[in-house]
T-cell receptor, first 108, second 116 residues
Framework: GQNIDQPTEMTATEGAIVQINCTYQ??????LFWYQQHAGEAPTFLSY????GLEEKGRFSSFLSRSKGYSYLLLKELQMKDSASYLC?????????FGTGTRLQVFP | GAVVSQHPSWVICKSGTSVKIECRSLDFQATTMFWYRQFPKQSLMLMAT?????????EQGVEKDKFLINHASLTLSTLTVTSAHPEDSSFYIC????????????FGSGTRLTVV
């Protein structure tokens, strides 16, 4: 496989901050995406990183370190509706390859 | 924004029959589309890359004779699950890129296939 690893499950409290990590093989890397997916629905695009550093977009931020093969998605001011799966994906040869996905449960 | 339409949303078929799933890019042209399969509580697994006007390329372990892909126009790709069996029951979802990577790849709404 592509060895894109994420924690399987995470839990957090409403209003808190959570960081979801993703590690991947660096060979052939052309960019990293984060998607949110609610059960039974299509994934929705959250962020795209191709250069090192932090990209901030509202309550969500994504970080990339190409040399370390590492990314994280940071969710601030968690809301109940943020309970979903978060999928890390790398772009290789124009194909989007997904990691194992992290199921996040937000509790009140 | 870029929209990908997928039909049907769900389908139930008898074992041994074939099912066709359509994926359309509504407001952009897609020379390439991608087909994924997702089992419950698992991530998306890339099955194949659909190429307009040429043969699809399949990922390792995916049977090309079982999962027929046709990409006859710049806005339509179809996936036909032939001789379906209960183990083919899954969530099938297509995607395409409207061109600008910072907008991500757009996904269809998915098709829930149940083979009985």
């Amino acid at each position: 496989g592509q060895n894109i690893d994420q924690p399987t499950e995470m839990t957090a409290t409403e209003g808190a901050i959570v960081q979801i990590n993703c590690t991947y093989q660096t060979s052939g890397f052309n960019g990293l995406f984060w998607y949110q997916q609610h059960a039974g629905e299509a994934p929705t695009f959250l962020s795209y990183n191709v250069l090192d550093g932090l990209e901030e977009k509202g309550r969500f931020s994504s970080f990339l370190s190409r040399s370390k093969g590492y990314s994280y998605l940071l969710l601030k001011e968690l809301q109940m509706k943020d309970s979903a799966s978060y999928l890390c994906a790398t772009l290789r040869d124009d194909k989007l390859i997904f990691g194992t996905g992290t199921r996040l449960q937000v509790f009140p | 924004g870029a929209v990908v339409s997928q039909h049907p949303s769900w389908v139930i078929c008898k074992s041994g029959t074939s099912v066709k799933i359509e994926c359309r890019s509504l407001d952009f042209q897609a020379t390439t589309m991608f087909w994924y399969r997702q089992f419950p509580k698992q991530s998306l697994m890339l099955m194949a890359t659909s190429n307009e006007g040429s043969k699809a390329t399949y990922e390792q372990g995916v049977e090309k004779d079982k999962f027929l892909i046709n990409h006859a126009s710049l806005t339509l790709s179809t996936l036909t699950v032939t001789s379906a069996h209960p183990e083919d029951s899954s969530f099938y979802i297509c995607s395409a890129s409207p061109g600008k990577l910072n907008y991500g790849y757009t996904f269809g709404s998915g098709t829930r296939l149940t083979v009985v």
